[in-house]
């Protein structure tokens, strides 16, 4: 199974500013997504984030708001923007080949 | 596009007994599906999974039963221990897309002493 670094594991932000977490994969792997769960939720899909193309985003969520990088096949950026209290939540990035991995999870605060 | 409902949202079960959690799923062309464990603050972990070509898989205390023609699976836990006490979460890959998988929205797991 792949190793999924995230980070960072938890922050505390100032309303409006930003927000940038990081992937590392001690593999390659083609497919990244993103995730949000709120306390006591499941799990809702960002975007998904693929090597050389633009990041796919579901509905709900738009790419002004959480810009998505991918450079290469072991890392990926999520930055959440003009962040307000409401962003507040558990951003989960996660890997697939056959199965799919977690990394930690950042535990972002708005205040 | 798919949708996958689970039940209970929360269940307490005597240690020593079983548990089982349901899924059903609307996409009939789904053909994975995989359990999640996730404790308190920590990140969802695979369980165990099950392929469409095969109706159960076994591994320990731990059991997932897939019926295609119902299009619904379960998770079964047998003997059950206090580390067992966890959130559980299904999923259905949605074939037409890039290996999304459609989640439950999960079964709080309670063992009682």
């Known amino acids: 199974s792949a190793v999924i670094s995230q980070k960072p594991s938890r922050d505390i932000c100032q309303r409006g500013t930003s927000l940038t977490i990081q992937c590392q994969v001690d593999?390659?792997?083609?497919?990244m997504f993103w995730y949000r769960q709120q306390p006591g939720q499941s799990l809702t899909l960002i975007a998904t984030?693929?090597?050389?193309?633009?990041?796919?985003?579901e509905s709900g969520f738009v790419i002004d708001k959480f810009p998505i990088s991918r450079p290469n096949l072991t890392f990926s950026t999520l930055t959440v923007s003009n962040m307000s209290p409401e962003d507040s939540s558990i951003y989960l990035c996660?890997?697939?080949?056959?199965?799919?991995?977690f990394g930690q999870g950042t535990r972002l605060t708005v205040v | 596009g798919e949708n996958v409902e689970q039940h209970p949202s929360t269940l307490s079960v005597q240690e020593g007994d079983s548990a089982v959690i349901k899924c059903t799923y609307s996409?009939?062309?789904?053909?994975?599906f995989p359990w999640y464990k996730q404790e308190l603050g920590k990140r969802p972990q695979l369980i165990i999974d099950?392929?469409?070509n095969v109706g159960e898989k076994k591994d320990q205390r731990i059991a997932v039963t897939l019926n295609k023609t119902a299009k619904h699976f379960s998770l079964h836990i047998t003997e059950t221990q206090p580390e067992d006490s966890a959130v559980y979460f299904c999923?259905?890959?949605?074939?037409?897309?890039?290996?999304?998988?459609?989640w439950g929205a999960g079964t709080k797991l309670i063992i009682k002493p």
């Open positions: 996660s890997v697939a080949d056959s199965r799919a991995f």
């Open positions: 593999s390659q792997v083609t497919m």
């Open positions: 984030a693929n090597q050389g193309s633009e990041a796919t985003y």
């Open positions: 996409d009939s062309a789904s053909n994975y």
């Open positions: 099950i392929r469409s």
């Open positions: 999923a259905a890959l949605y074939v037409d897309s890039n290996y999304q998988l459609i």
